[in-house]
């Protein structure tokens, strides 16, 4: 299923143009590869080309491609040359309504007169870059025919031109999505603090704008990643600058590696370079890498200073922008190195669950099942009945997922802020989720880990003659249809014994015994300690129910 637009042309057809009025038009986010590349190597084209010649900037331009196939709900500019490379056409056509902007060369030459942004029309005067457009034209145009769903007149007006397309859009079940939910404002209290967590559709520019401007920080460092400063951050810090508050993005990747101190270090830096203090915000607008890194600098920055968590993620949605829980990893110990410090306040912008991958979007729903699970029956079975919903993205089912396990982690962290006691709840799933990443060298994602972790964990209930069978088949079921594995098999988990010399290592652990967050039933979660001879015998017998 095409999920996504992409717009190709050649350059001054309007790909960058048009793409923007047609995203504002469909309420969709528009994303420009050429500008992704850019902020990606903190370099101009011009530069690149200079530095890497045009090889190396197709490089990069295809691992843009790549990123930007894989999100949904997006309109998609690329360069006028993307198309020379065949994995960027196949990627695009598997993925994209294809748009060609078609005008005429004259057309193109004039608007492009001025204009030295483009290292490959880089000429003296005007015919010669005539000249050169015709040379690539007659290269790309074939391409941009043969791989078109759609063709429109690139020489009208660009509001016209936008118009058109989403006109067409139309017939490929791609629609405006300007949805009316409304949103609602939860208030987490803990013994040091107290802030709010705003959940909407849509709100995040409006949100965190006004809150800011009833403060009137020193100064504002938004840290996120190129693909979200494109698509929020970069407006986000101009209108800052409009009122007068100065700002500044900083940019990071967000890959799992990167969650390390020189990340936290060089955001640090970048604090220290932008000059914030002691009354400056950060905000931070990402998933959960961005979330716990940048609140970290923001807790050690001068013995502390103010953040605001925009999440983006449905895992960091629905888990970890509630609570304060800051870190990063440090050598092969995840989580190692971290502190507790509350944001201010937290933008939940469920619009922002409409572009994620699918992988990602699914990685949420893990902690999700856990949150059903620690809560009860009601919400267990809203969601066993709403898996096809939530699987869609239905926007009012999202809505109130989000919702309900804000209020399940808030209400939990009010009451043991520092995860002495009852927060512990929140491990469910961990302990063995935990030792199964370990176990298989983080080559999985911690959603699946959990997911597994959950199933094991509740057997290991049933094996101390807690749980019963069917609790067990009930959390499988679940994850099982929200498309989570359930078994050690499904992960390519040879052996459960394996995991418990990781499970020593847990931070739950202590004085040589083990803790693990168990289900008795839905709706009665436990905290218990093993020592670790009585859950190898467990875990044996665990194998042989398995095998
Ligand atoms: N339909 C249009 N009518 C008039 N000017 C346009 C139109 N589309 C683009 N332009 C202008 O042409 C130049 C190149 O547009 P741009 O969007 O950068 O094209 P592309 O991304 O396809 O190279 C810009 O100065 C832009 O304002
Ligand atoms: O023609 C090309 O190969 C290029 C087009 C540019 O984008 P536009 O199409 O927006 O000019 C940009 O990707 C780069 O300068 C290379
Ligand atoms: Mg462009
Ligand atoms: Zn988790």
């Known amino acids: 299923m095409k999920k996504s637009v992409v717009l190709c042309g050649l350059s001054g057809s309007g790909k960058t143009t048009v ?7 469909l309420g969709w986010f528009f994303i420009d590869t050429d500008q992704l590349v850019e902020d990606t190597t903190s370099m101009d084209i011009p530069k690149i080309f200079q530095i890497y010649g045009e090889e190396g900037f197709r490089q990069f331009e295809k691992q843009m491609v790549e990123k930007v196939c894989k999100l949904q709900n997006v309109v998609i500019s690329i360069g006028a040359g993307a198309v020379t490379k065949n994995e960027n056409v196949d990627l695009l056509k598997k993925n994209c309504v294809v748009v ?120 504002v460092a938004v840290v996120t990643n190129p693909l979200l400063n494109q698509i929020i951050a970069k407006k986000m810090v101009e209108e800052l600058n409009k009122e007068g508050i100065e700002s500044y993005v900083i940019l990071i990747e967000d890959s799992e590696e990167r969650k390390s101190p020189e990340t936290l270090f060089k955001i640090i830096d970048e604090f220290a370079k932008f000059g914030l203090d002691r009354e400056s915000f950060v905000v931070a607008v990402g998933g959960g890498v961005i979330g716990d890194v940048t609140g970290f600098a923001a807790a050690i920055y001068m013995r502390g200073i103010k953040w605001i968590y925009v999440p983006t993620t449905m895992l960091a949605q629905v888990d970890s922008s509630i609570g304060g829980k800051v870190a990063v990893n440090y050598g092969e110990k995840k989580n190692f190195l971290g502190s507790f410090h509350q944001p201010s306040f937290v933008v939940t912008d469920t619009k922002f669950l409409e572009i994620l991958p699918n992988e990602i979007f699914t990685e949420g729903l893990a902690e999700v099942v856990k949150s059903a699970v620690i809560d009860g029956k009601k919400f267990f079975n809203y969601l066993a009945q709403n898996v096809s919903k939530i699987l869609e993205r239905d926007p009012k089912v999202v809505f109130d997922v989000v919702s309900f396990c804000v209020k399940l982690k808030g209400k939990i962290v009010e009451q043991d802020e520092k995860d002495l006691g009852l927060r512990m709840v929140l491990n469910l799933g961990h302990t063995f989720g935990h030792a199964i990443e370990a176990c298989l060298n983080y ?20 094996l101390m003659g807690y749980a019963d069978l069917s609790t067990k088949d009930r959390i499988e079921n679940v994850l099982n249809s929200l498309g989570l594995p359930t078994s050690p098999r499904q992960i390519e988990l040879s052996s459960v014994r394996d995991l418990l010399k990781y499970m020593k290592f847990d931070k739950k652990a202590a004085r040589g015994k083990l803790r693990f967050t168990i289900p008795f039933k839905i709706g009665d979660v436990r905290v218990i300690e093993c020592d670790p001879s009585e859950v190898k015998n467990l875990i044996e017998q665990m194998e042989g129910v398995l095998s």
Request: hydrophobic share 35%; glycine share 4%.
């Open 100 to 219: 060609f902007l078609n005008a005429p060369i004259d057309i193109l030459v004039a608007r492009l007169e001025n204009d030295s942004s483009r290292p490959l029309l880089n000429s003296a005067n005007t015919s010669e870059k005539r000249n050169k457009l015709e040379v690539l034209q007659k290269q790309r145009e074939p391409i941009y025919r043969q791989i078109a769903d759609i063709t429109v007149d690139a020489s009208l007006q660009p509001e016209k031109i936008a118009r058109e397309i989403a006109r067409k859009l139309e017939s490929y079940g791609l629609e405006e999505r300007n949805l009316d939910i409304e949103g609602e404002i939860i208030t987490v209290k803990t013994q040091t603090t107290s802030y709010n967590v705003r959940i909407g559709y849509n709100i995040t520019k409006d949100s965190v704008i006004d809150f800011l401007k009833k403060r009137m920080p020193s100064k």
């Open 19 to 25: 793409g923007k009025i047609l995203a504002e038009k």
């Open 443 to 462: 080559q999985i994602s911690h959603a699946k880990a959990v997911s597994v972790g959950l199933v094991l964990e509740t057997m290991l209930s049933h």
